[in-house]
C-alpha cells in the first residue's frame, strides 16, 4: 500500500489506473478505523482492482462545540489494518492541501431539504460540511465507485442525491451496520465511552430493535414511539431525537411500506447514532374490501 499526501501525485497515480483501464473504489474516512470501516474496505476490494482509502478529519464537519480536537488520530495503526485489508493507495492530505482559504471564505456544497432535520437539526452546517469535502474527493480521486456505511443514514442519503444531482459517474454503494455483539454500532467515537456509559449504550440498538417489531406487529405510531423515547432515557440516554422516516427520509404515511427508525442519543459527552430499516404494515388495509 502506498500513501500519498499530495494531490498531484494522487492524481497521476490514478491517471495510470485509468489508462490500464482499472476500476478504482473510493472508501472516505476520518481514520481511527474500526471493523466497520473495514468491512467497506473489504467491499471495495471485492469490485474494484484500485481500492483507495482516504483519512482526513475534516473541520468543515465539526461544530464550534465538537470534538474536533479531541478526535483520535490513529494513522500508524490505520495503516497496518488498511494495507492487511487490501486498500493500494491511502490518501492523507493536510488540512491547508484540502482548504487553501480560512474555512469561511472556502467554497461550500450544500444539498437542500434532505440534510435537514434530524442530524442536520442537531448539527447545523454538518452536511454542508459532508458535502463539500466528499465532492473534493470525488473530484481528485474520479472514482467509478465510492462506499459508505449505512449507520450514518442521512450522510448516505445527502451522498446519493450530491451524486444525483451534480451528474457524477459514480455508483454509491451502502455497506451494512457492523455491531458489536451486544448490537452497540460500530463507531470511532465508541472509544469516548467509560465502563458504566458503554454498559447502557447498547440500549439505542435495543429500543430500535423493539420499536421495529411493535410497528412492523401493526402498534399504534404515536403511542410505540413515545414509548421509545422514555425506554432511552430511563437506559440513561439522552435523546436528541427519535424519528420513523420513510426509507427516503420523507414522512410516513399511510401507505408507506419501506420506512427507517433513526435515532441519535448522547451518553455524557458521546453522541451516538443508529437506525433500523423495517416494513410497515399499510394503515387502514382491509383485505375484505373488494
Not at 442525491?161 to 451502502?174: M, N, T
Not at 447502557?200 to 423515547?229: K, S, V, Y
Amino acid at each position: 500500500m502506498r500513501t500519498l499526501r499530495d494531490i498531484p501525485e494522487l492524481r497521476e497515480t490514478l491517471d495510470d489506473s485509468r489508462r490500464r483501464g482499472q476500476r478504482i473504489a473510493l472508501v472516505p474516512t476520518m481514520g481511527n478505523l474500526h471493523d466497520g470501516h473495514l468491512a467497506l474496505v473489504a467491499a471495495a476490494r471485492a469490485r474494484a482492482e484500485v481500492v483507495v482509502a482516504t483519512i482526513f478529519v475534516n473541520p468543515m464537519q465539526f461544530g464550534p462545540n465538537e470534538d474536533l480536537d479531541a478526535y483520535p488520530r490513529t494513522l500508524a495503526d490505520d495503516q497496518q489494518k488498511l494495507e492487511a485489508f487490501g486498500c493500494d493507495l491511502l490518501f492523507t492530505p493536510t488540512t491547508e492541501t484540502v482548504y487553501p482559504r480560512q474555512l469561511e471564505e472556502q467554497t461550500r456544497v450544500s444539498v437542500p431539504g434532505i440534510s435537514e432535520g434530524l442530524c442536520g437539526g442537531n448539527r447545523p452546517g454538518h452536511f454542508d460540511g459532508v458535502a463539500t469535502v466528499v465532492t473534493m474527493l470525488f473530484n481528485l480521486v474520479q472514482p467509478d465507485l465510492a462506499f459508505f456505511g449505512q449507520k450514518d443514514y442521512q450522510q448516505l442519503a445527502v451522498i446519493r442525491r450530491l451524486v444525483e444531482d451534480l451528474h457524477f459517474p459514480i455508483e454509491i454503494v451502502g455497506v451494512p451496520i457492523v455491531r458489536a455483539e451486544d448490537g452497540l454500532a460500530l463507531s470511532s467515537r465508541n472509544g469516548y465511552l467509560d465502563d458504566d456509559q458503554r454498559a447502557r449504550a447498547p440500549a439505542l440498538f435495543g429500543t430500535l430493535r423493539m420499536l421495529a417489531d411493535c410497528l412492523e406487529a401493526g402498534a399504534g405510531r404515536d403511542d410505540i414511539m413515545a414509548q421509545g423515547l422514555a425506554r432511552l432515557t430511563e437506559s440513561g440516554l439522552d435523546p436528541d431525537y427519535l424519528e420513523l422516516r420513510a426509507a427516503d427520509l420523507g414522512p410516513v404515511s399511510d401507505t408507506t411500506d419501506r420506512a427507517v427508525l433513526l435515532a441519535a442519543a448522547r451518553l455524557g459527552s458521546t453522541r451516538l447514532i443508529d437506525n433500523i430499516p423495517l416494513t410497515l404494515p399499510r394503515q387502514g388495509d382491509d383485505d375484505t374490501r373488494s
